[in-house]
């Protein structure tokens, strides 16, 4: 079975300031990684995804996330945050197989930018 | 705009009550999620659909809970006799390829 770990419940940051938003997972197979970031009484948005190639994927609204096999670690990061990008974030894996490819999800980060 | 709606999006009601929940692809497609999600916590998975086929449950859809895909387009989720842990955001979320797109969710609040 998957597990995810976010090592924060909650980062505060002033405005303009880099953030990193760590995860660490664990599975004895190969998986596929995202996070999705989750504004209040919405769905979750997709940021970036790992599926292969190049361990640093880039995604949307400036985020970026480097996949650390050995660290078993995808932690998102972006290097000057805005007042928007307060939210909850949630990192997510599925296993690399056919059929249901299921998310299992972290906890929760709650992102806070303070001006 | 993820391509996902759910209606409604909020729903109160009493305890001992039914509820049914619907998800509608704008377009086909043939993977469909069900997720539950508390206040608090990651969406947690429930079922899982390859067209209308329901081929993946969670232990957490006690048999209370059920969910259908008739024709492999819209699905519904109802949840018969309604209980205040059933209190959550249940939110839809399809699959074209290998990353899913959730819809906006119903919030039940059972009262």
């Known amino acids: 079975a998957q597990s995810v770990t976010q090592l924060d419940s909650q980062v505060p940051v002033f405005e303009e300031a880099p953030v990193e938003l760590r995860c660490n997972y664990s599975s004895s197979v190969s998986v596929y990684l995202f996070w999705y970031v989750q504004y209040p009484n919405q769905g979750l948005q997709l940021l970036l995804k790992?599926?292969?190639?190049?361990?640093l994927v880039k995604g949307i609204n400036g985020f970026e996330a480097e996949f650390n096999k050995s660290q078993t670690s995808f932690h998102l990061r972006k290097p000057s945050v805005h007042i928007s990008d307060t939210a909850e974030y949630f990192c997510?894996?599925?296993?690399?197989?056919?059929?249901?490819?299921?998310?299992?999800f972290g906890q929760g980060t709650r992102l806070t930018i303070n001006p | 705009d993820t391509g996902v709606s759910q209606n409604p999006r909020h729903k109160i009601t009493k305890r001992g009550q039914n509820v049914t929940f619907r998800c509608d692809p704008i377009s086909e497609h043939n993977r469909l999620y069900w997720y539950r999600q508390t206040l608090g916590q990651g969406p947690e998975f429930l079922t899982y659909f390859q067209n209308e086929a329901q081929l993946e449950k969670s232990r957490l859809l006690s048999d209370r809970f059920s969910a259908e895909r008739p024709k492999g387009s819209f699905s519904t989720l109802e949840i018969q006799r309604t209980e205040q842990g059933d209190s959550a955001m249940y939110l839809c979320?399809?699959?074209?390829?290998?990353?899913?797109?959730f819809g906006p969710g119903t919030r039940l609040t059972v009262t």
């Open positions: 790992y599926l292969s190639g190049s361990t």
């Open positions: 997510a894996v599925t296993r690399i197989i056919q059929g249901a490819q299921k998310l299992v």
């Open positions: 979320a399809i699959a074209p390829l290998y990353e899913q797109y």
